[in-house]
Each structure stands twice: as C-alpha cells, then as structure tokens.
T-cell receptor
C-alpha cells in the first residue's frame, strides 16, 4: 500500500489567498483525520471523518477553515483567507482500528 | 480535562546507553495509549498501542509499558538511527465511538555514535 498521500508537500502563499490541501487515505480505512503541528502547540486535531461524514470539528480554529470528504478516497482542507498564523505543518491520517497512520504532511508558509 | 505530559523534553544519549522516556496521562477511561516516532520532515510513524495496565510491547530495541497513570518507552542499547522525536497519545472512552487522540508534545531523542 502507498500509505496516506498528501499534496502539495510544500505551499508558500501570501496572506489573504485561498489554500487547499489534499489527502488520499489508505484504501479500506474508514476514519480520516486532519491535524496541524507547530512547535509551540504540538499536534492539534482539527477535524475527523467517519465514512466520509464529519464527526468532530471542534478543533477547527475558525470559519476560515473548512474540510470536505466527498468520497472514501479523497479529502480537502481549505483555508480562506489565509493568515501568517496559519503557517504550520498539516497532516492527514487515516485508520480502520484505533491506531492512526499519517501522511508526510504539507508545510504551509503564509507570508 | 484529558491531558498528556511527556518527559524529558529532550534527551541526549551515547550509543549503547539505555534509558527511558515517560508519558504521564490523565484521561476519563483509557481506551488506548499510543507511541509514535517522528523523524524530521516526516509524519508520525506508529509504534505501539497499549490497552491496559500491566501490558508490555516490544519492537527491536524499544519496549513500551503501561500503568494506570503513565507509560514508559524503554530504549535498550540505542543506536544513532533511533534518534527521533517520540510522541505519546491517549484515547479516552468518551462518548460513543470517539476516536479523538490527546497528544503529548514529545521527547526529542539524540543518540550520539
């Protein structure tokens, strides 16, 4: 299996621009998670889906963030408009049991 | 409030010098405790799941143990390739089939040759 796939790996954008991060989970996994990682706060869960349905979005920082999962093999995390404080590494993870398997992450820099 | 605290924040060892990393947790009803390894520029890599006090799991030079309040990751005769950040996370029983993990900030381990 190719594991969790994320794109792009790096994104540099200007404040106010829209950013879309993409994730392909491991085939057969029915849970998908979006995380943000910073040095100060560590790993923070933003939202997770079960069978393509959002279950807990309490970690989404504000209305500028949105996530969708249109089918079992694809999810997006969108930030509009982006701000410098959104700069972080964003991870997608998937699972079928309790352990989660992470993608390589997208390093986002907002200038 | 559910919480995970890892110590030390950073640890430097000589090759072959065994040591332990600590993960203390507070959670309402432990469903599982997870250890991950993270290399620079990569996503966390799953190592172990522990479900109940007294449980132990091993993988190569790593051994994870669990009590009712903490978990230890023992590293026996470490090698430079064991250098990484080790993350601990817990899942509480919570409501329904909650899959949310509470994460510690990690221990950064450096093993010198």
């Amino acid at each position: 299996d190719a594991g969790v796939i994320q794109s792009p790996r790096h994104e540099v954008t200007e404040m106010g621009q829209e950013v879309t991060l993409r994730c392909k989970p491991i085939s057969g996994h029915d849970y998908l998670f979006w995380y943000r990682q910073t040095m100060m706060r560590g790993l923070e869960l933003l939202i997770y889906f079960n069978n393509n349905v959002p279950i807990d979005d309490s970690g989404m920082p504000e209305d500028r963030f949105s996530a969708k999962m249109p089918n079992a093999s694809f999810s997006t995390l969108k930030i509009q408009p982006s701000e410098p404080r959104d700069s972080a590494v964003y991870f997608c993870a998937s699972s079928s049991r309790y352990e989660q398997y992470f993608g390589p992450g997208t390093r986002l820099t907002v200038t | 409030e559910d919480q995970v605290t890892q110590s030390p924040e950073a640890l430097r060892l000589q090759e072959g010098e065994s040591s332990s990393l600590n993960c203390s947790y507070t959670v309402s009803g432990l469903r599982g405790l997870f250890w991950y390894r993270q290399d620079p520029g990569k996503g966390p890599e799953f190592l172990f799941t522990l479900y109940s006090a007294g449980e132990e799991k091993e993988k190569e030079r790593l051994k994870a143990t669990l009590t009712k309040k903490e978990s230890f990751l023992h590293i026996t005769a470490p090698k430079p390739e064991d250098s990484a950040t080790y993350l601990c996370a817990v899942q509480g029983s919570g409501a329904g089939n909650n899959r949310k993990l509470i994460w510690g900030l990690g221990t950064s381990l450096a093993v010198n040759p």
